[in-house]
């Protein structure tokens, strides 16, 4: 089922362009949306049934009758591509310049020999005509599309000074026999076209490094894997494996797909991933991602997950799509952008008619340098690429620091949250119950790391998590455990087993205080330290031998070592920051004085959780969810922005609009910083690209004349057209050094 597709087109070149295809492609029926990215030369396609999707012929064939190519060509494809046309347009301008540059100093400064018309015009007919040709291509193609975009003016402002010349050259004694004192512009027809190539090269220079974060993600997917085949190292290309098979990973080497340690013990710089630059320590059963890097020891892995459903593949799938989305702050430029064109073309007709006609002393020659001026230094590519190019920049950023943005509009919201609702379990902490304390009741001569010994030798054959995590601190001691005996699980109580110990028999009953009711065994002498560790969000597990209470062991879902700091990071930003958990009140209380968490709410179910979501949202906050498990996928859904750790469920990750690779919560502070960032570097663009066209065209039509000022060059319109696209992608490219 197709809910919509992804084609990158060619030969746009403003926001103009961009609106046209739009246009042509929502006109077609079953098509619901078509939202066109000028910077990452997408258009992305919505329909409105996805059971039958418009074929892609049709769509196709409508973007190529506007003018315009279409490829569905790799990412690696269109960067050449993209490289190509930057070659191109930079051989194009060099050889540009060689012309213009005699015909401007001759020009300027009269030399003899290029003060000849003659002489200009035969030098400036290839820059106009064949270095010039790409925009009068372009613009008669948009012409016949009764569409009108940047070529058009390009062309009809070029053409007119490079005509009115010509006829100067050819009809001089006719001209002014009609009154019309003749000039030539030669110069100015050429140095238009120069600059405005100069303007386009350094802009495809500056768009290719917007998109620089996802051919670093792609160039980090190994091209290929060792196969381990009867005993045998092979090695295969990246798309021959298949789920299931053994490969090896040697030091230095790149794991090549998702999927589980199954031999060995390695240490994984996992940077690409989550941002984290400390290596992460692997062993059998733990999963390793593809395209993360062994930095020591080989291991055997069975691939679990490959090609499209890697890890790596979704990353660049969501970094595309969020790069070649709309921010809800461009539709303004969009509106504009419809009608910007037909306005100028307007306001420089207007131009000429006023100066030719009603200016007093005006002559025919001013009107139309009046005229040109205003065409050209209308510039509606920095309006179509003030947005794009930042989004661009802030995702991709992003990415390389763990945050990934499902779409533009996620990216633009997050800069407005004032309240973080975080989920406890797995969010907060770290989801799996840790043994935290162990309390000597009643036996002196027996020592913590012997009662610790016991504990875990009974919890060998449990299944339980509380019993687990007993285990494993005492594997993570590097404690000598004995085998159990006579083991008995006791549902909702605990466990009772016998354990030879120092050349002794014991019988130990392990569990809640229940049990040892059940087992008459008296419990009353640890009752202020139950209630201690109860209040402080432990769980308390009873531990008897031969029917003595021995011992109490404080057993919690640890508080993860870095989430009091990043809740203390959201506060220091303005954000309220509220605790939603299914746990006890008690355990809520006292994880939320560990973090610093002022408000929680406790013993709300799975499907309350949204509630609590909306409530929020209708006394006026502006909500962001952060969880990690299934039952938060409602809740995730219902925030204005859902945020899910990467470590959590596939669920949650769907569910959320920003997903936090590290599983660390100082990503959300981190998201919200880089929103206020990127929105921040939006406006800028979009104040620049208005301003400019709101001085720059009554400038150009002549408005200070009228004041005494002098009137503009159109050479001089060229340059600053050609600079405020330039500039746009430039401030939107200095997200780049910004720290989050």
Not at 379 to 396: H, K, N, Q
Not at 637 to 650: E, K, M, N, P
Request: with cysteine; net charge neutral.
């Amino acid at each position: 089922m197709n809910t919509k597709i992804e084609l990158s087109i060619t030969g746009m070149t403003c926001a103009a362009c961009s609106a046209a295809v739009e246009r042509a492609l929502t006109k077609i029926p079953g098509i619901k949306n078509a939202s066109v990215n000028l910077a990452s030369e997408k258009v992305s396609v919505t329909f409105k049934d996805p059971e039958n999707p418009v074929p892609v012929h049709k769509i196709v064939d409508s973007i190529i009758a506007e003018g315009y190519g279409v490829t569905e060509e790799s990412q690696d494809i269109r960067a050449k591509i993209a490289e190509k046309e930057y070659l191109a347009l930079r051989k194009d301008f060099i050889i540009s310049v060689s012309f213009t540059l005699p015909i401007f100093l001759g020009s300027m400064f009269h030399l003899p020999l290029l003060s000849n018309w003659h002489l200009l015009m035969i030098l400036s007919a290839p820059v106009q005509y064949w270095i010039g040709m790409r925009f009068h291509k372009a613009a008669f193609n948009s012409l016949k599309r009764l569409s009108l975009n940047m070529n058009t003016l390009i062309s009809i402002g070029t053409n007119t000074a490079f005509i009115f010349s010509a006829a100067a050259v050819f009809f001089k004694d006719s001209m002014v026999n009609a009154g019309i004192t003749p000039h030539i512009y030669f110069e100015t027809s050429a140095v238009i076209i120069t600059l405005i190539l100069l303007g386009r090269m350094l802009e495809s220079k500056a768009k290719g490094r917007t998109s620089g974060a996802i051919r670093k993600l792609a160039s980090m997917q190994p091209r290929t894997a060792t196969l381990l085949k009867n005993g045998t190292e092979v090695e295969i290309q990246i798309d021959d494996v298949a789920v299931g098979d053994r490969l090896i990973v040697k030091p230095g080497e790149k794991a090549p797909v998702d999927g589980t340690v199954s031999e060995g013990f390695s240490s994984i710089d996992e940077s690409m991933l989550t941002g984290e630059s400390i290596p992460v320590d692997k062993k059998p059963g733990d999963q390793v991602f593809g395209g993360t890097i062994n930095r020591s020891g080989a291991f055997v892995m069975e691939a679990g997950k490959v090609g499209r459903d890697t890890m790596l593949a979704r990353i660049i799938r969501l970094v595309e799509e969020a790069q070649g989305s709309k921010a809800p702050i461009q539709r303004l430029a969009d509106k504009t952008a419809a009608v910007f064109v037909p306005a100028v073309v307007s306001i420089a007709l207007i131009t000429f008619i006023v100066w030719a006609f009603l200016v007093k002393d005006s002559t025919l020659s001013l009107a139309l340098m009046n005229f040109i001026a205003v065409l050209i230094i209308a510039c509606p590519c920095a309006l179509g690429l003030a947005t794009p190019t930042a989004i661009m920049v802030g995702t991709g950023k992003g990415a390389e620091n763990g945050i990934l943005i499902r779409d533009a509009a996620a990216l633009e919201t997050a800069h407005k949250i004032n309240t973080v609702v975080l989920d406890k379990t797995g969010t907060i902490t770290k989801g799996e119950p840790e043994l935290l304390e162990i309390r000597n009741l009643n036996r002196p001569d027996l020592s913590l790391d012997q009662l610790l010994i016991l504990t875990a030798s009974a919890e060998r054959y449990s299944e339980h998590p509380i019993g687990q995590a007993i285990l494993k601190k005492a594997i993570e001691q590097k404690l000598n455990l004995h085998e159990p005996y006579e083991f008995r699980s006791v549902a909702g109580g605990g466990i009772h087993c016998m354990i030879r110990y120092n050349d002794q028999k014991l019988s130990l009953t392990i569990g809640n205080e229940k049990l040892m009711k059940d087992n008459s065994i008296e419990t009353s002498s640890a009752a202020d330290a139950v209630l201690e560790i109860s209040n402080s969000g432990s769980t308390p597990v009873f531990m008897a031998v031969d029917n003595l209470l021995t011992s109490l062991f404080a057993v919690a879902d640890a508080v993860k070592d870095d989430s009091p700091a990043a809740i203390k990071k959201l506060q220091s930003i303005g954000i309220n920051v509220i605790m939603l958990t299914g746990d006890h009140k008690n355990t809520a209380k006292a994880i939320a004085e560990k973090t610093g968490i002022k408000t929680f709410y406790a013993e709300v179910l799975p499907d309350k959780k949204a509630s609590v979501i909306e409530s929020l949202k209708a006394d006026g906050k502006v909500v962001a969810m952060v969880g990690d498990g299934i039952n938060d996928a409602p809740a995730l859904a219902a925030a204005d922005i859902g945020i899910a750790l990467g470590t959590g469920t596939d669920i949650a990750i769907e569910a959320a609009q920003i997903t936090l690779m590290r599983g660390s919560l100082s990503g959300a502070a981190d998201a919200v910083k880089l929103s206020k960032m990127t929105v921040r570097v939006i406006k800028q663009n979009l104040f620049w690209a208005f301003i400019y066209n709101i001085i720059g065209i009554p400038m150009a039509a002549g408005v200070l004349h009228i004041f005494g000022g002098s009137l503009l060059n159109p050479m001089i319109a060229s340059a600053a057209m050609a600079l405020s696209s330039v500039s746009v992608v430039t401030n939107s490219l200095s997200l780049k050094g910004k720290k989050i």
